[in-house]
């Protein structure tokens, strides 16, 4: 009650939530009631948590932030919150996002920008969350969640968490199911939690990770008990510093905070190591035709005939234009142009297959790093929250965004961000953490040293 109060308060302004399902979350609520009257465990019974509209919630509309899917309700659970509901959780809504996840503002939402709980001191201009999990991020940070799923295609659950102050991890490629999660970039998507800290976020993974039949790509690994990582002490751990990280360009306030977050580490008992990952500058490139292409054939399935929104038309393929036409955002076209123009016949090899190898290059960097240190520590993007009025004329811009996050979901590895202090104007900075595949129990040991 207290949570959908909030979110009664705050949410007309902040639109974190598209969907608050009241109903839905008080008989979730009695139910856990009833099974820990019964006796019954689970990890998160009773725990409320915001869900991003990304993962599909059967009977529970489930939009992606497209008009597309505007009245779209899915019959199925996702993979992910199937395990959440198993393990006891509230579900108190669906969270907005850049449309299909692609965006780093949430300015792109069919249903409305997020406002980044945040301001710059003495100035009133509204920030945006980040994206493309903002609405999950600026719920958290607000107090209207205790806790939220997001996913990470390129950077969506890192760099929100760092735009609003909260902590986010995006697991190991494989880690958490895909299934019921609408695709954007398939080899790329993973679900992940949100939290306040970097424990809450450690018992969240533990009840959304796991193995999947219904997901090809998922691994099966046993889950490790995360939330006991926390706890472990990081002494002699030998940290990299990634030289080609240190960006043209890089604001000195963001300098100053790796420099801290290494001193902050050091003193943990951590061992520094400098190191090197060649092919860094090509994450974004190779990043921005990988997803591209992938969503293009991921997106080819809203064609008006089998599911979501319908516009009708003279003949079948007047009726897919004008669905289309209708249903995408001018972001979403954009990267179906593009997905469509790299995978075409005469430029498949000079883009797709070219970005395809450098994406092992990108990967051989990080196993060649991961041989001489545990961990890695990068700022987790190269700015603070930055306005939404901001025009953003060229989408290259709000693409750089992602030059930090990027690298390590080419690769697959997993990545956590933590808050670890604010700008000259007060607004929180994230650094991250970048670990071996399936090394998400020592990011959390690191990431609670750094909190
Ligand atoms: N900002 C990146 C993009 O626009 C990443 C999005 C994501 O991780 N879903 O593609």
């Known amino acids: 009650d207290a949570f959908l109060g909030a979110i009664d308060a705050l949410n007309p302004r902040i639109n974190a939530f598209i969907t608050v399902d009241g109903q839905g979350a008080r008989a979730a609520a009695a139910e856990a009631d009833r099974r820990r009257a019964a006796g019954e465990a689970g990890a998160l019974l009773g725990v409320p948590v915001a869900i991003k509209d990304l993962f599909c919630t059967e009977g529970v509309r489930t939009t992606?932030?497209?008009r597309i899917l505007q009245h779209f309700v899915p019959p199925y659970e996702s993979?992910?919150?199937?395990?959440?509901?198993?393990?006891?959780?509230?579900?108190?809504?669906?969270?907005?996002?850049?449309?299909?996840?692609?965006g780093s503002s949430n300015l792109?939402?069919?249903?409305?920008?997020?406002?980044?709980?945040?301001?710059?001191?003495?100035?009133?201009?509204?920030?945006?969350?980040?994206g493309s999990s903002g609405g999950s991020a600026a719920a958290v940070a607000a107090g209207l969640a205790p806790g939220a799923t997001g996913t990470d295609t390129g950077g969506s659950i890192r760099q929100p968490a760092a735009f609003c102050g909260i902590t986010g991890i995006k697991p190991t490629y494989g880690r958490c199911s895909r299934w019921g999660t609408i695709a954007?970039?398939?080899?790329?998507?993973?679900?992940?939690?949100?939290?306040?800290?970097?424990?809450?976020?450690?018992?969240?993974?533990?009840?959304?990770?796991?193995?999947?039949?219904?997901d090809?790509?998922?691994?099966?690994?046993?889950?490790?008990?995360?939330?006991?990582?926390?706890?472990?002490?990081?002494?002699?751990?030998?940290?990299?510093?990634?030289?080609e990280y240190h960006a043209d360009g890089l604001p000195a306030e963001i300098e100053a905070l790796w420099r801290q977050g290494i001193e902050w580490l050091r003193d943990a008992g951590c061992e520094i190591v400098d190191v090197s990952l060649p092919h860094t500058k090509y994450g974004l490139a190779t990043y921005y035709i990988v997803a591209p292409a992938e969503c293009s054939s991921n997106l080819a399935r809203y064609d008006g005939v089998r599911f979501g929104e319908r516009v009708p038309g003279e003949d079948l393929i007047e009726l897919y234009e004008r669905t289309r036409a209708a249903g995408f955002g001018e972001e979403v076209k954009r990267r179906i142009l593009i997905g469509t123009y790299v995978l075409s016949a005469g430029y498949y090899d000079a883009y797709y297959l070219k970005a395809q190898k450098v994406r092992s290059l990108i990967l051989r960097d990080f196993t060649e790093a991961f041989g001489r240190v545990d961990a890695l520590l990068t700022p987790t993007a190269p700015s603070a929250a930055f306005a939404a009025g901001q025009k953003f004329d060229d989408p290259i811009k709000m693409y750089l965004n992602d030059v930090?996050?990027?690298?390590?979901?080419?690769a697959g590895v997993p990545g956590i961000s933590v808050p670890a202090g604010l700008d000259a104007s007060g607004l929180p900075l994230g650094l991250q953490l970048l670990g071996p595949h399936f090394g998400e129990e020592r990011l959390f040991s690191l990431g609670a040293a750094l909190e």
Request: include cysteine.
């Open 64 to 66: 992606a932030a497209s």
């Open 79 to 102: 993979g992910v919150t199937a395990r959440m509901k198993r393990d006891g959780a509230v579900f108190l809504g669906k969270t907005n996002l850049d449309e299909f996840a692609m």
């Open 108 to 130: 792109t939402s069919a249903f409305g920008p997020v406002e980044n709980p945040w301001k710059r001191r003495g100035d009133d201009a509204v920030l945006v969350p980040g």
């Open 184 to 214: 954007f970039a398939s080899s790329l998507d993973q679900a992940g939690p949100m939290a306040r800290t970097v424990e809450d976020c450690a018992i969240l993974l533990g009840s959304m990770a796991g193995f999947d039949l219904l």
């Open 216 to 243: 090809s790509t998922s691994a099966d690994v046993p889950v490790p008990d995360y939330r006991a990582a926390c706890g472990a002490n990081p002494r002699g751990l030998r940290i990299g510093i990634p030289k």
């Open 404 to 410: 930090f996050t990027v690298p390590a979901s080419m």
